[in-house]
């Protein structure tokens, strides 16, 4: 899929210690917005309602045992950027369903050694769909197996990292989209 059009292809590495706080948490702010200042194809970048992106790489600093210790079995990777192609499944109540829109965007397992995982390396995350995020800051939050925010003792002053991989497909030309071809 990439390799069709690799000029609309986005790595980016962020590291929580270089957020606009400056100060690493379970809850970052970052502005990959300012990207398009060195895109080729800036306008078309711009343009775009939607991409697909997804975690190649995290790494926390933090260990399995702490992890086991915490009863954490994973971390999920959320931007806060909810597409509807994306659900999680919810306690049900009178007033949600039993799934939901998400916006998670990778989940990594931690080695806590309570749980059994499957091989990640065969099934890495995959692309999921969102709205495009470099028309903006981003916030991306380390959440828990159950949804909830990682523990400040997980994530306080603990430096954490991602690869991301955007993906932003060509955009219809919105002139031949909507108008009719003229024949003289």
């Known amino acids: 899929m990439e390799q069709q059009n690799p000029t609309n292809l986005f790595n980016v590495f962020l590291n929580a210690s270089d957020c606009l706080a400056q100060i690493p948490s379970n809850t970052c702010r970052f502005d990959i917005g300012s990207i398009l200042s060195q895109a080729p194809n800036a306008e078309e970048l711009e343009n775009a309602g939607t991409c697909l992106i997804k975690v190649k790489y995290f790494q926390i600093e933090r260990t399995a045992a702490q992890f086991t210790t915490d009863a954490t079995s994973l971390i999920q990777i959320r931007m806060i950027n909810q597409y509807p192609n994306n659900i999680e499944s919810a306690p049900q109540t009178t007033k949600n369903k039993n799934v939901v829109s998400s916006n998670i965007i990778g989940i990594v397992g931690v080695g806590n050694?309570?749980?059994?995982?499957?091989?990640?390396?065969?099934?890495?995350?995959?692309?999921?769909a969102i709205a495009n995020p470099f028309r903006n800051q981003i916030e991306i939050q380390l959440t828990d197996q159950d949804g909830d925010l990682l523990g400040t003792s997980a994530t306080a002053n603990k430096d954490w990292a991602c690869w991301l991989c955007v993906y932003v497909p060509p955009q219809v030309d919105i002139l031949n989209k909507n108008m009719p071809s003229l024949n003289y």
């Open 113 to 128: 050694t309570d749980y059994t995982y499957s091989d990640f390396q065969s099934n890495p995350n995959d692309y999921v």
